[in-house]
């Protein structure tokens, strides 16, 4: 059981031996890096390489620990309770399985994504230490044991917006997914748009690249935003001529909205037009 990468997805060597070693140890891999580098992704194709059910946890700000197990309604039992409904009978009506018991208890060897784990509260990763070290938890209204039938592959992603403790990070194998180099980058667009003029792809990445070095910029364009940039350039069949004579230093892009996201980089570059035509 390998990774080695799908045809939708580039994985670049370090990457690939990340996933592996992950695999085999049956460690969390906590994939970290700039938004839009393909850490969800990842998981997806890992699920479509080695042919294992993905279950997916999607955590917010407000997402405890507790809900990956699993949570008790009481609220509905006591309801029921005086509707003389007879589901009140059996507790285990009112247990609502949580991804990580989905996860242990799944007939295949599933692939669990905690997605942007560090979005949580900071204890939410000390709150799962014993469950994801163990693979197993105690459900205290039923009085069972829920244990994994086999390790699941766990991948937990982070934007790093917040430190991660080291407790939790000890039980982890860690991969930093480095922004693409203009050949990586080269490879990621050829699988999205195979048929696309080399010319443009050029070009356009000359731009992308430019932008990224702008000092003082509050948010560099992603992966995925070079790449709604190349679908949009496509779709509007902008002229070559226009992105040949762009200079991202000096002017602001073509349909910069799918590369700027802020409005301080957008008065960042309307400032330096401003300057270069000012000095010209």
Request: with cysteine; glycine share 4%.
């Amino acid at each position: 059981m390998k990774f080695a990468g799908t045809d939708n997805y580039v994985a670049t060597e370090d990457l690939k031996v990340a996933v592996n070693a992950a695999v085999k140890l049956r460690r969390p891999l906590l994939v970290k890096g700039e938004p839009g580098t393909g850490k969800t992704v990842l998981a997806h194709e890992i699920s479509k390489a080695l042919a294992a059910p993905l279950i997916e946890w999607n955590i917010k700000s407000t997402t405890k620990a507790q809900q990956g197990l699993y949570e008790y309604d009481a609220v509905a039992r006591l309801r029921d309770s005086q509707l003389g409904d007879e589901r009140v009978h059996d507790i285990k009506n009112y247990i609502k399985r949580g991804k990580l018991w989905d996860a242990f208890t799944s007939t295949e060897l599933p692939i669990l994504l905690i997605d942007e784990i560090d979005k949580a509260d900071i204890e939410f990763p000390n709150d799962l230490l014993q469950e994801l070290d163990r693979m197993e938890f105690f459900v205290y209204e039923t009085q069972e044991t829920i244990k994994a039938i086999e390790r699941p592959i766990v991948i937990i992603t982070s934007n790093n917006e917040k430190e991660l403790p080291d407790a939790f990070l000890r039980r982890c194998f860690f991969h930093y997914i480095k922004f693409p180099d203009r050949e990586t980058m080269q490879d990621i667009i050829d699988v999205h748009f195979p048929d696309i003029q080399k010319i443009l792809v050029s070009r356009a990445m000359d731009i992308f690249y430019n932008i990224r070095e702008v000092p003082g910029l509050k948010k560099k364009p992603s992966t995925s935003e070079l790449l709604d940039w190349l679908k949009l350039l496509l779709y509007e069949d902008m002229p070559l001529d226009v992105l040949q004579n762009a200079d991202s230093t000096k002017a602001i892009p073509p349909l910069h909205g799918a590369l700027l996201k802020n409005e301080q980089d957008i008065m960042l570059f309307e400032r330096l037009a401003f300057m270069a035509k000012r000095n010209s």
